[in-house]
């Protein structure tokens, strides 16, 4: 439902904005996904497994999830505030001077923290049912202010980035106000209890947003003061070559939990399967969007956003490919974390930021070079994640010798 409604708000917004307008909207959607997600998701997860933990136990949440939202409130505003400190250059170079764009931006980030900390703790008390009216909230309300919007003859990014910003706010009060028993009094919660490689977490997961998110900042920044257009056609390309990640997102959270329990119980023969069937999984979603897109992205591209919207066949595979290679990385960046390899990923994760931005540096055609950036990008992360997870797999798991076993039986 969430990415039925995103796809929905989109499409509906270029065509109503047209290209030239719609730029700014790119733009800004990349950036509120790099930092708001970004740097919201791994408190989540920290939330939800120490919830599960509380409630496993029978302990209070109260104590635990007020500490949380002191901890994101703390995050938000420092983002908030280095946000202001670059108040003037992202009006300049990013959001073509619209002030209500900024501001836009500053409310998206402290909706995204409490949307976040609010489904991080829905998970871990296993309330899934309004974790999914949650999320189908916060798509459905976006859509709907933006139809009513664009309805009355809205024609600037403005006043869609303030939706942004406000829904997932309106999300969580439908949703939490009808739920009970998350705040019951229970013993103190330390740092320690939320905190177990938070940093790495959290560096991991928004270099991660860059590879997926960066690319329209790229070309907005590096085409100048003429950018819009070339930026929305960018970006309508990104959204459909990313499609394969909402497919993927599914199998992954049905599949990697099952690496985290085998390393527990030093299964290193239920762990490789595992991974080994994620990784099929991979292959065959990336290959088979690779091909689409180089054959039918053009059409795709021109009924869902419009023909001036259009990128040509050799860009949208780029495209395709590097989400294929993006998908490879996270499966095995998700393989090295549940070998408690936190470090390791988020330094891999370093590696292809650095390349995709050392592969801008190269060239004359802008939309080649990020498209070639963030393929190169996601490839050196891959590479630096199956490394990594080589070395914490014999590490974490070592594979038995037969004579250790015979020693073992005898």
Avoid at 235 to 245: D, H, N, Q, S, T
Wanted: proline share 3%; aromatic share 8%; with cysteine.
């Amino acid at each position: 439902m969430l990415g039925v409604t995103v796809y929905a708000f989109l499409t509906l917004s270029a065509r109503a904005l047209g290209p030239e307008r719609y730029g700014t909207l790119s733009a800004f959607w990349a950036l509120v996904f790099l930092a708001g997600p970004g740097a919201f998701f791994p408190v989540e997860q920290e939330v939800g497994r120490a919830v599960a933990s509380r409630v496993s136990s029978g302990q209070g949440l109260g104590p635990l999830l007020r500490r949380a939202a002191i901890g994101i409130t703390g995050l938000t505003t420092i983002l908030a505030l280095l946000a202001a400190a670059l108040s003037q250059p992202l009006l300049d170079h990013v959001f073509d001077d619209q002030a209500l764009v900024l501001i836009g931006f500053g409310a998206s980030l402290f909706g995204y923290a409490t949307l976040h900390l609010a489904r991080g703790a829905l998970s871990g008390a296993g309330r899934f049912r309004a974790y999914a009216c949650l999320l189908a909230a916060e798509g459905i309300l976006r859509l709907a202010a933006a139809a009513i919007l664009l309805a009355v003859g809205v024609e600037t990014a403005g006043p869609l980035a303030m939706v942004v910003g406000l829904t997932p706010l309106a999300a969580v009060a439908f949703t939490m106000h009808r739920q009970r028993g998350l705040m019951t009094n229970g013993p103190p919660a330390p740092w320690g209890e939320l905190c177990r490689a938070i940093g790495f977490l959290l560096l991991a997961s928004l270099l991660t947003q860059v590879l997926i998110h960066a690319g329209p900042l790229a070309v907005k920044l590096l085409e100048g003061e003429h950018s819009r257009e070339l930026t929305a056609r960018f970006f309508a390309g990104v959204l459909l070559a990313r499609i394969p990640l909402f497919l993927f997102l599914a199998v992954q959270a049905a599949l990697l939990p099952r690496l985290a329990s085998y390393a527990e119980q030093h299964d290193r023969r239920g762990f490789c399967r595992a991974l080994s069937r994620l990784l099929a999984v991979v292959a065959i979603l990336g290959s088979a969007s690779v091909i689409a897109a180089f054959f039918l992205g053009q059409q795709a591209v021109e009924t869902l956003f419009g023909a001036a919207f259009v990128l040509d066949d050799r860009g949208l595979a780029l495209l395709a490919a590097s989400t294929a290679v993006i998908m490879l990385a996270q499966s095995l960046g998700q393989a090295v974390v549940a070998l408690q390899g936190q470090a390791a990923s988020a330094v891999s994760w370093l590696v292809g930021v650095i390349v995709f931005g050392a592969a801008l540096a190269i060239g004359e055609d802008v939309l080649l070079r990020v498209e070639l950036g963030l393929l190169t990008g996601s490839a050196a992360a891959a590479a630096g994640m199956a490394l990594a997870l080589g070395t914490r797999l014999e590490r974490v798991l070592p594979e038995k010798r037969h004579g250790a076993d015979v020693a073992v039986e005898s």
